[in-house]
C-alpha cells in the first residue's frame, strides 16, 4: 500500500488511536505535573491530529503573535524533533506556578525560571512520545529540551520543522490552581519515521 493510500485509510478509520493517544499522554502529564507543582492539574482531551505542514503555519499564526519554544531530538525507531509552543502568558502563569510567584514579577530569561520550564517541557514532551510509544510498539528516545528565546510561528517552523511534509499536532488545555494555560507540543518525524507512523496506523 502507497502512503497515499495508507494516509487515505488512516483518515477514515485511525481517528480514534490518536484520541486514545491524546487521553494517555494527557493523564501522565496530569499525574507529572500535579507532583511537580504540589496540586492537582486537569488536562482537557486534547485536540490531537496528523497536521499538514503548510497549514500549521496559519493556524499557529492565529493563536500567539508570539511562542517560547522549548525542542528535544527524538531517536530509535522515529527520528525527528519534539517540540513545546508556549505563549508568553501562559510561559509566565506555569513559571509562576513552579516558583511561588506572581506572573507578572516572572524574568523568563532567568536561569531558575528557565530550568523550571525545561522540567514542564520534559514532562509534556516525554508523556506524549511515550503514549505513542506504547500505542504504536516503537522505541522513542526524548532528548533533554533546548530553549529558543521569543519567536513568531514563521521562525519556529523555519528552525525547528524546515522541510517537514507532516507533523503529529496535540493541543491541550491545561487547569491548576483555578487557571487555565495551554500548551501546544508539535512531533516532527523524518519522512522515514511518518512512513512508519501511516503504516502503523493502517495496519
Request: glycine letters at 6%; a negative charge; proline letters at 3%.
Amino acid at each position: 500500500m502507497n502512503l497515499s493510500a495508507m494516509k487515505d485509510k488512516y483518515s477514515f478509520i485511525k481517528m480514534d488511536l490518536l484520541k486514545e493517544l491524546g487521553t494517555i499522554g494527557a493523564g501522565r502529564a496530569a499525574t507529572s505535573l500535579s507532583e511537580l507543582i504540589g496540586s492537582n492539574v486537569h488536562i482537557t482531551v486534547p485536540d490531537t491530529r496528523i497536521y499538514p505542514f503548510q497549514q500549521l503555519n496559519d493556524t499557529l499564526r492565529m493563536s500567539a503573535k508570539k511562542y517560547y519554544a522549548f525542542s528535544t531530538e527524538v531517536h530509535g525507531d522515529l527520528n525527528g524533533r519534539n517540540l513545546l509552543l508556549l505563549t508568553e502568558p501562559d510561559t509566565k502563569i506555569i513559571s509562576g506556578m513552579l516558583l511561588g510567584q506572581d506572573p507578572q514579577n516572572i524574568d523568563i530569561e532567568d536561569q531558575m525560571v528557565l530550568s523550571s520550564l525545561k522540567e514542564v517541557a520534559n514532562i509534556l514532551l516525554s508523556s506524549y512520545m511515550n503514549a505513542l510509544s506504547e500505542l504504536t510498539d516503537f522505541k522513542i528516545l526524548v532528548g533533554v529540551p533546548e530553549f529558543s528565546s521569543a519567536m513568531t510561528s514563521e521562525e519556529v517552523l523555519a528552525k525547528e520543522a524546515a522541510g517537514a511534509d507532516e507533523v503529529l499536532y496535540v493541543r491541550s488545555q491545561l487547569e491548576a490552581r483555578h487557571t487555565n494555560f495551554n500548551g501546544l507540543t508539535i512531533f516532527v518525524p523524518d519522512n522515514a519515521s511518518l512512513d512508519k507512523i501511516f503504516a502503523k496506523l493502517s495496519s
